[in-house]
């Protein structure tokens, strides 16, 4: 199957990072090189440094981006720093983290990301370790119930959870459908008609395989570490949870004196470590939100280091 992915927010995203032909960028999720790409196109005496962690990804990165001042790199985007480290570059002018799924994931059934179409539990990025299918069918009720209620921020998670494992104990759970089929059993009838009932589920359980808040918070500190002055951090994200995240790490970064309100002069001596590109997250526009509906969803927060 081709790599498809239109990338999102592209125009707002290269706009954004102000990319200078001599600067170093780091595009932490670099997919199907769309984003990649247009960074790549900018240099002249700089350099990208492409990261996925999907062996698909890394394949078709390395393809479009022959011939450009790019190198990619087969890591997750929370070993960023070693990775620059291991090139022997101190700083970088620019890093993005399009945190989305990709259109080829989703849509690429074996992946087993997508509640539409059915094919194996497997939800890996890397396609390494744990599956999707063994958290259904071996973690219990609780454990179930907290993911979903957690990364899914599922109101019906203990519901769901519960009947998980009374199904499991007929037969194995192993095919997306088959998952989505329970999933929709334990709603209430009323709530399945606000979306598809497995939305939320098949969300948080792929946040648990993929251990994607944990990485997303080790890189927020790195990338925002590793920026030279006046560098610039940029971030794509796609759901409550990692926006929220994201949103008050920027605003710890902006922050500057902390010393209680009643104290006539302040003694603790922070400044603000960053400054906010827009004080309201960048959406995407009426236009492409017609030309592609996946990103109806997105939010571009951007962050400039003092």
């Known amino acids: 199957m081709e790599f498809n992915h239109k990338s999102v927010l592209l125009d707002e995203v290269i706009n954004s990072l102000n990319i200078k032909p001599d600067g170093i960028y780091i595009d932490g999720t ?18 990208l440094i ?26 997750n985007f929370s070993e960023m720093k070693q990775v620059i480290r291991n ?20 849509d690429n059934a074996e992946r087993g990301f997508s509640y539409h179409k059915d094919a194996p539990l497997d939800m890996r990025m890397s396609k390494e370790g744990l599956t999707a ?40 759970t192993q095919t997306t459908l088959q ?33 994607e808040l944990d990485a997303l918070n080790t890189a ?22 990692e926006d929220r995240m994201v949103k008050l790490k920027f605003k710890e970064y902006c922050t500057g004196c902390t010393c209680p309100p009643d104290f006539p002069v302040c003694v603790c001596g922070k400044l603000p470590r960053g400054r906010l590109l827009t004080r309201k997250p960048i959406q995407p526009s009426v236009k ?18 003092n």
Do not use: M
């Open 220 to 241: 927020l500190d790195d990338a925002f570490d590793i920026l030279n002055k006046d560098g610039v951090l940029a971030i794509i994200t796609f759901h409550s949870l």
């Open 30 to 47: 670099a997919g199907g090189a769309g984003h990649s790409l247009e960074i790549a196109k900018r240099l002249k005496n700089g350099q």
């Open 50 to 75: 492409a990261l996925d962690r999907d062996p698909d990804a890394v394949k078709i990165a390395t393809e479009r981006l022959s011939g450009f001042p790019a190198r990619v790199v087969k890591s």
């Open 87 to 106: 090139l022997g570059i101190d700083g970088v002018d620019g890093v993005l983290l399009d945190l989305g799924v990709s259109s080829y994931q989703l």
């Open 288 to 305: 492409e939100l017609e030309e592609n509906p996946r990103s109806r969803s997105a939010v571009l927060r951007v962050i400039i280091k």
């Open 133 to 172: 299918k063994d958290i259904v069918n071996n973690w219990s009720v609780e454990q179930l119930a907290d993911i979903l209620s957690r990364f899914g921020e599922e109101k019906f998670a203990y519901r769901i959870a519960k009947k998980i494992c009374a199904e499991r104990e007929v037969r194995e």
């Open 179 to 211: 998952l989505a089929d329970i999933i929709s059993s334990a709603v209430p009838a009323a709530a399945r008609r606000d979306g598809h009932p497995a939305r939320r589920s098949f969300q948080a359980i792929r946040i648990a395989v993929n251990g």
